[in-house]
């Protein structure tokens, strides 16, 4: 299994305010996954990032909302801008399993608040 | 577009119990299907992976099985612990596995 830490673990922003999440794993991995859960809901999938490549965004995502980096095999940062309430909710970013890429592993998540 | 749906919502259950939660889907043609738990503060953990040409995985008291042609899923749990507490997730993975679509969860209370 993959070991994934995300920072911050929570925030409280203001209203039109950027956040940058940060998620950093133990070993590379190829592709990484952003998701979002909105409070009582479950996951979606905003994007998939791949090094040295622009990131994928699924329908209803655009990356002048959710710009994503992708330095490197181990590191990954999605950014919330110009943030509203209604973006607040637990980010998680994922990787594909070592040996098995039938499978994804998961951060920690963010829980972004937004006032 | 595939849509998944799991019942119950809600499930609370005293220890000991054995029990079991479901999951349908609508697109029968998923790559494979994902059992997880979430814990509040702790992400999600895989629990057990069904291939599409498998109808069964088992670990220790868990066991999901698949039912691809009536598009269902269930998640076997017995001898329920308070430790079981979570929300439990299903997911499909279509296109080798990448682009998991959730369900929205069950949310199970094992009580002492």
């Known amino acids: 299994s993959a070991v994934i830490s995300q920072k911050p673990s929570r925030d409280i922003c203001q209203r039109g305010t950027s956040l940058t999440i940060q998620c950093q794993v133990d070993?590379?991995?190829?592709?990484m996954f952003w998701y979002r859960q909105q409070p009582g809901q479950s996951l979606t999938l905003i994007a998939t990032?791949?090094?040295?490549?622009?990131?994928?965004?699924e329908s209803g995502f655009v990356i002048d909302k959710f710009p994503i980096s992708r330095p490197n095999l181990t590191f990954s940062t999605l950014t919330v801008s110009n943030m509203s309430p209604e973006d607040s909710s637990i980010y998680l970013c994922?990787?594909?399993?070592?040996?098995?890429?039938?499978?994804?592993?998961f951060g920690p998540g963010t829980r972004l608040t937004v006032l | 577009k595939q849509e998944v749906t799991q019942i119950p919502a809600a499930l609370s259950v005293p220890e000991g119990e054995n029990l079991v939660l479901n999951c349908s889907f609508t697109?029968?043609?998923?790559?494979?299907l994902q059992w997880f738990r979430q814990d509040p503060g702790k992400g999600l953990t895989s629990l057990l992976l069904?291939?599409?040409?498998?109808r069964e995985q088992t670990s220790g008291r868990l066991n999901a099985s698949l039912d691809k042609s009536s598009g269902r899923s269930t998640l076997y749990i017995a001898a329920s612990q308070p430790g079981d507490s979570a929300t439990y997730l299903c997911?499909?993975?279509?296109?080798?596995?990448?682009?998991?679509?959730f369900g929205p969860g069950t949310r199970l209370s094992v009580l002492p």
């Open positions: 069904i291939q599409s040409s498998q």
């Open positions: 697109d029968s043609a998923i790559y494979n």
């Open positions: 070993s590379q991995v190829t592709m």
């Open positions: 990032a791949n090094q040295g490549s622009e990131a994928t965004y």
């Open positions: 994922s990787v594909e399993g070592r040996g098995s890429k039938d499978t994804q592993y």
């Open positions: 997911a499909l993975g279509g296109n080798y596995g990448q682009n998991f679509v």
